[in-house]
């Protein structure tokens, strides 16, 4: 079973607009938490914003914030005032277990590639 | 700015040789992590290491292994270059100690084998 689950292959957007980007995760492991990544064409994975299992709040970093519903294990990332600059692949990973002395080890979804229309 | 610097960008290898991916992180990170992630794909994990011990590894056979050093600079070493070994090969780091909430990676090291 798929245990990160990213449903768009891929979405056009106005520029300006908000966007959400969906990802459902599946996990048994009580204690977990949620990466969001972007990844332009040059390659590097660019960490946007973490969402832990125990956080309260939904997190947010800038115009980057986590939509956090535990309990249909959904983590979805929305950008507002999207941008052309926003371009991009992005991925939503997760990781299981958040000892200080455990597996780092992220699981990825397949991706969502956002194009930002002027 | 990750501090994370891989080496090199990019390269072409033939098939039956081997190659050696560098990473460097930055200081006090002592967990580094090695990704393969193949065009169109999500990353998929090959191996962690901490304080220079592998301690995870993913579905990958032993062709594929790693150093960790005590300057916070890592290898990834493969074998027996497979055409399918064509990927973008990733390190992550982060400091366990403080918190593992923040992952970073570098930008990647592109292999084409021929």
């Known amino acids: 079973a798929q245990k990160i689950t990213q449903t768009q292959p891929g979405m056009f957007v106005q520029e300006k607009e908000a966007v959400t980007l969906d990802c459902t995760y599946d996990?048994?492991?009580?204690?977990?938490?949620l990466f969001w990544y972007k990844q332009p064409s040059s390659g590097e994975m660019i960490f946007l914003i973490y969402q832990g299992s125990y956080d309260q709040q939904n997190a947010t970093e800038g115009r980057y914030s986590l939509n956090f519903q535990k309990a249909r294990k959904s983590a979805n990332l929305v950008i507002s005032a999207s941008q052309l600059g926003d371009s991009a692949m992005y991925f939503c990973a997760m990781r299981e277990g958040l000892g200080v002395d455990s597996n780092y080890q992220l699981i990825w979804g397949a991706g969502t590639k956002l194009i930002i229309k002027p | 700015e990750t501090g994370v610097t891989q080496s090199p960008t990019h390269l072409i290898k033939t098939r039956g040789q081997q190659v050696t991916l560098r990473c460097s992180s930055q200081?006090?990170?002592?967990?580094v992590s090695w990704y393969q992630q193949a065009l169109g794909q999500g990353p998929q994990f090959i191996f962690q290491?901490?304080?220079?011990?592998?301690?995870g590894r993913g579905n990958f056979p032993p062709r594929f292994s790693g150093l960790q050093f005590p300057n916070y600079s890592s290898e990834l070493n493969v074998n027996a270059l497979e055409l399918d070994d064509s990927a973008l090969y990733l390190c992550?780091?982060?400091?366990?100690?403080?918190?593992?909430?923040?992952?970073?990676f570098g930008e990647g090291s592109w292999l084409t084998v021929v």
């Open positions: 290491y901490y304080r220079e011990e592998e301690n």
């Open positions: 996990t048994s492991d009580p204690s977990y938490g």
């Open positions: 992550a780091s982060t400091q366990t100690e403080f918190s593992g909430n923040t992952i970073y």
């Open positions: 200081s006090g990170h002592n967990t």
